[in-house]
């Protein structure tokens, strides 16, 4: 059974930064990222990393947040930077396993951003 288990989001003013991490049990997870969901919108994409390191953001946090993955513990960590308030949202989790392919969803973790 394969799990995510999120932990770091919380309450920050416009300008700080938060650190949010991920531990995933299991193993041969080729994609993990994060995803981020505001009341009213739907779930988006905020950055992904392979099991080889190349990564991907989304446009509007390029230069602010960065992704890091250590294969070895099966964890993937996103360090956010210069926070906005429209960077608010619940922030999920993501894994994607290799073989048999499926992908996973952690509980998600609330990050708060006050201007």
């Known amino acids: 059974q394969v799990q995510l288990v999120e932990s770091g989001g919380g309450l920050v003013q416009a300008g700080g930064s938060l650190r949010l991490s991920c531990a995933a049990s299991?193993?041969?997870?080729?994609?993990l990222g994060w995803y981020r969901q505001a009341p009213g919108n739907e779930r988006e994409l905020v950055a992904t990393i392979s099991d080889g390191g190349s990564t991907t953001y989304t446009s509007s946090v390029k230069g602010r947040f960065t992704i890091s993955r250590d294969n070895a513990k099966n964890t993937v960590s996103l360090q956010m930077n210069s926070l906005k308030p429209e960077d608010a949202a619940v922030y999920y989790c993501y894994a994607h396993r290799r073989w048999p392919p499926n992908n996973y969803w952690g509980q998600g973790t609330q990050v708060t951003v006050s201007s």
């Open positions: 299991g193993s041969d997870f080729s994609i």
